[in-house]
């Protein structure tokens, strides 16, 4: 079908540990995979996206990863501060629209 | 670059009225607009998708008659909420496409709607 799962919803760490949310999505056609954070009140930014001819993508602290054929993909957090804690989505673009999985709200402690 | 800007920020109005909202791509022409609505602590729930100059492809579920979509042009689309209800209270974001790689979507900064 359409939708995205997303786990889990919440997630808590200790500032400096990882933090890895994970996506799974069910059609094949898709082929762009974006990470958003959005903080309260705020719109979505998007932070790191990957496409469906690349396994991963590295953005300093931020990476991706995506096993089309098992179709699902995850973003990896390193390092965390406190700054990171917002509310993440992950989305599968397709037909020229996106789905949204329902988020992850992360938390880092100092 | 690539900055969508959207009208008002935020919107009080009273039961059985209509609201219109704009959305506005600043720096780049936007040959596609998309229309979100995310209630609190929810996902963003994609309304509908909208090309300049035709009409507004919905998503199942969303009343067409309900909430009116317009993109008269590349850089500007309205979202206008009719007969609007405490429901529909929400946050209300466009996105906008026409540039970068496929499928990038630029987002507006939402509206927030309150309906009393």
């Known amino acids: 079908g359409e939708n995205v799962e997303q786990h889990p919803s919440t997630l808590s760490v200790q500032e400096g540990d990882s933090a890895v949310i994970k996506c799974t999505y069910s059609?094949?056609?898709?082929?762009?995979f974006p990470w958003y954070k959005q903080e309260l009140g705020k719109r979505p930014q998007l932070i790191i996206d990957?496409?469906?001819?690349?396994g991963e993508k590295k953005d300093q602290r931020i990476a991706v990863t995506l096993n089309k054929t098992a179709k699902h993909f995850s973003l990896h957090i390193t390092e965390t501060q406190p700054e990171d804690s917002a509310v993440y989505f992950c989305?599968?673009?397709?037909?020229?629209?996106?789905?949204f999985g329902a988020g992850t709200r992360l938390a880092v402690h100092p | 670059g690539a900055v969508v800007s959207q009208h008002p920020s935020w919107v009080i109005c009273k039961s059985g009225t209509s609201v219109k909202i704009e959305c506005r791509s600043l720096?780049?022409?936007?040959?596609?607009m998309f229309w979100y609505r995310q209630f609190p602590k929810q996902s963003l729930m994609l309304m509908a998708t909208?090309?300049?100059?035709?009409?507004?492809?919905?998503e199942q579920g969303v009343e067409k008659d309900k909430f009116l979509i317009n993109h008269a042009s590349l850089t500007l689309s309205t979202l206008t909420v009719t007969s609007a209800h405490p429901e529909d209270s929400s946050f209300y974001i466009c996105?906008?496409?026409?540039?970068?790689?496929?499928?990038?979507?630029?987002f507006g900064p939402g509206t927030r709607l309150t309906v009393t």
């Open positions: 996105s906008a496409s026409g540039v970068g790689a496929p499928y990038e979507q630029y």
């Open positions: 909208s090309n300049e100059g035709s009409k507004a492809t919905y």
């Open positions: 989305a599968r673009g397709g037909y020229n629209k996106l789905i």
């Open positions: 059609d094949s056609a898709s082929n762009y």
């Open positions: 990957i496409r469906s001819n690349v």
């Open positions: 720096d780049f022409q936007a040959t596609t």
